[in-house]
């Protein structure tokens, strides 16, 4: 079993800027998917940013150009950079780990979240 503890979140006005961190119990961040996800108040959960175990990144088109997503496999850790925060983006904001053990045996870890309110 992996845990994933985040980090970081709080509460920022508008224009401002967070830094998340998620930390993993085990050497995974390297050899995985990882991905931030974050749930407002009465929706669903959204994806919000990837880093693959190639080192491709991918963002949602609500995030573009203000998130940015990274790691530091020494640490294993993965960060997400927000900036020119929006009242918006308030939620709270989840860590997934990703990937496969061996062929057969897929792992999905996720975090305990954490929060982030932007005020306008």
């Known amino acids: 079993q992996v845990q994933l503890v985040e980090s970081g979140g709080g509460l920022v006005q508008a224009g401002g800027s967070l830094r998340l961190s998620c930390a993993a119990s085990?050497?995974?961040?390297?050899?995985?998917?990882m991905a931030w996800y974050r749930q407002a108040p009465g929706k669903q959960r959204e994806w919000v940013a990837v880093i693959t175990s190639r080192s491709n990144t991918n963002y949602a088109d609500s995030v573009k150009g203000r998130f940015t997503i990274s790691r530091d496999n020494a640490k294993n850790t993965v960060y997400l950079q927000m900036n020119s925060l929006k009242p918006e983006d308030t939620a709270v904001y989840y860590c997934?780990?990703?990937?496969?053990?061996?062929?057969?045996?897929?792992?999905?870890?996720w975090g305990q979240g954490t929060q982030v309110t932007v005020s306008s």
């Open positions: 997934n780990a990703a990937g496969y053990w061996s062929i057969e045996s897929r792992y999905d870890f």
């Open positions: 085990r050497s995974i961040v390297s050899m995985s998917d």
